[in-house]
């Protein structure tokens, strides 16, 4: 039975108190003489999708002793709050679905669309042999763990050699939140804008038809409601107005966590890393921590994973690294224990890094009554809207996938022409047709009831002409009419001649083919008309440790640091151009695979 242990969620210093804290992240002692409140063989620091994967394949391997360490008060981490999707090219998954593929397509897509001044070449190649094995194995081993595959799913930058218009990514089969038993309670729910009207999770082939208004949405909506009127009695016994099918990554955070429950692999929560532990050889032999509020000593003989997701939520370490504008309201995980806690003391070791200046772009939105940010994919996407600067001009093709938009956004920017603020700008034809985040449909939300602060905020801007949208906002209204009008004459035609919206596979995904000539544009005139304030926000940053192919942490000079590993958001990227839908959680359970592998001395 994993050990969950709740408490309030631990305080966090700036970096300022941290660095003036680094000499006692470092304990450079022999085993002799070191009080242990704890020994495992192997410590996993974090307990989102790449720690969990880890801790299973090292169980499977043959080590015994294993424990997973989580800061928060809830297991699932960013993992949890994502889409859920996992890019893996050539699965068994889409083998067995008749997806046609080859490593030889997949290394010439990768290598037309990544920097190997970035990533080192070999990591890529390793991600492309073992990838596949990973989750052969992962769910050969677990059969709680379950994927689909996704058969119409494009890469992202689908107009790249090598690429396919589906089967290289996956999402975790559905299942029910009671299957947790007990445990239902410490899941990190999904994230908030997840949800529609708050109460139903759908996956991401029936949101899809959903957003695309396809035949099937219709069926889909009546059995999920069909599926929730049954459910009535439980939602009451549970209190909750949330539907129990869980989606997305929380599904598969649930289906992880019960392959872990189910090997008596324990999740201790409420336990923050404070700091490595290493003996005189700088071995790393155990970490530091605060487990409820009392520092603890915790031996890890064989090893120590960092999974602790990235620093998006360290505003420091934000300002430090990352270029500007940048704010940590405006990431979209919402996992506030992201605060860099392993890059800290992984370079208290003299850990080497990589890509500490990006992250994993994406436009986001808050509205004032947001718990956090919300990313913005579907409404810049849909025909009828496009995101503007405040000298009315378009940033990039809004229909891209939001990692490139991202790039773009701050390769174009600067003091002397400014992408921030933006907004994304649209009709009233757009407001009742689409669903637009926290604005919802205009049927669900009429004007008249949208919360007053959403204007005194800046946050959105409601007007009868595009002059008075212009003026409201400071925007200049030249230049917004000029691009409005610029921008209807590519509706008409069907072809957008400054950013080519539309033209790509991955551009129509998220698109209304039910608007010709070009699903991805529609004109934008009939008053009244809206501008809702979009930031260059993120999903987490993606630079941290370099690693090997094992997962194993390197120094400046390429040695490694023994006993060190590790993987996800607190490891360099591994993908950083976003191949597409899941190159974030791919490559962690890959590398937590790999991890696993060397620590143990499998062979697989």
Request: include cysteine; hydrophobic fraction near 35%; glycine fraction near 8%.
């Amino acid at each position: 039975m994993a050990r969950l242990i709740f408490s309030l969620r631990r305080c966090h210093s700036h970096l300022e108190a941290q660095m003036q804290l680094l000499p006692s992240l470092l304990h450079k002692r022999t085993v002799t003489g070191m009080h242990w409140d704890r020994e495992v063989d192997v410590a996993v620091i974090g307990s989102g999708l790449g720690g969990m994967t880890s801790a299973l394949c090292l169980k499977e391997m043959g080590i015994d002793r294993i424990e997973v360490f989580e800061k928060a008060a809830k297991f699932g981490g960013a993992s949890a709050v994502s889409g859920g999707g996992i890019w893996i090219p050539n699965s068994h998954y889409a083998k067995a679905s008749g997806s046609q593929d080859s490593v030889e397509d997949t290394k010439t897509y990768l290598d037309s669309i990544i920097n190997y001044n970035e990533v080192p070449e070999e990591l890529v190649d390793s991600y492309i042999e073992n990838g596949p094995k990973m989750l052969e194995f992962v769910t050969r081993m677990a059969s709680e763990v379950k994927y689909v595959s996704l058969e119409h799913y494009p890469d992202y930058h689908s107009q790249s050699p090598g690429s396919r218009t589906g089967g290289r990514s996956l999402e975790p089969m559905p299942l029910n939140w009671d299957e947790l038993g007990d445990d239902m309670g410490a899941i990190q729910e999904s994230h908030f804008d997840n949800y529609i009207l708050d109460r139903w999770l759908f996956t991401q082939t029936e949101a899809h038809h959903l957003i695309t208004r396809t035949p099937e949405a219709w069926k889909i909506v009546g059995r999920e409601l069909a599926r929730y009127f049954r459910d009535t009695f439980w939602r009451k016994r549970n209190n909750t107005k949330k539907s129990r099918r869980l989606t997305l990554g929380i599904a598969g955070i649930a289906r992880m966590f019960l392959a872990l429950k189910n090997r008596h692999i324990p999740v201790t929560l409420n336990c923050a890393m404070t700091g490595l532990i290493t003996e005189s050889s700088g071995r790393v032999i155990g970490i530091k921590a605060k487990h409820c509020d009392r520092d603890i000593n915790i031996k890890a003989e064989k090893g120590v994973v960092l999974a602790t997701g990235g620093f998006e939520y360290n505003p420091d370490l934000r300002k430090k690294y990352l270029p500007k504008p940048s704010s940590a309201e405006w990431s979209a995980t919402g996992i506030r224990t992201n605060t860099g806690d392993a890059l800290l003391a992984s370079l208290c070791l003299g850990a080497k890094t990589r890509l500490l200046d990006s992250a994993w772009w994406g436009s986001t939105v808050k509205a004032p009554d947001d718990p956090s940010s919300r990313l913005l994919i579907i409404p810049k996407t849909l025909p009828g809207s496009i995101v503007v600067n405040m000298q009315g001009k378009r940033i990039a093709n809004e229909s891209k996938n939001y990692m490139s938009y991202g790039k773009e956004f701050f390769a174009s920017h600067s003091d002397a022409s400014p992408n921030y603020p933006s907004y994304l700008v649209f009709d009233r034809r757009f407001r009742e047709l689409y669903y637009i985040g926290p604005l919802k449909t205009k049927h669900l939300l009429p004007d008249k009831r949208i919360p007053n602060d959403y204007f005194t905020s800046g946050f959105l801007a409601i007007e009868k002409s595009i002059d008075a949208l212009a003026d409201k906002l400071g925007i200049d209204k030249v230049g917004l009419n000029a691009e409005i009008n610029k921008f209807n004459d590519f509706a008409k035609t069907g072809k957008d001649e400054d950013f080519k919206r539309g033209d790509t596979v991955y551009d129509r995904y998220y698109s209304d083919p039910n608007v010709t000539p070009n699903p991805c544009l529609h004109s934008i005139n009939q008053a009244p008309f809206y501008a809702m304030r979009v930031e260059p926000g993120d999903i987490g940053t993606h630079g941290g440790m370099d690693t090997n192919s094992h997962a194993q942490v390197l120094k400046e000079d390429g040695s490694v640091i023994e006993g060190l590993y590790a993987i996800g958001n607190c490891a360099a990227a591994i993908l950083p151009s976003y191949p597409g839908p899941g190159s974030t959680l791919g490559p962690a359970m890959t590398f937590g695979y790999q991890a696993a592998k060397h620590i143990s001395g499998f062979e697989h």
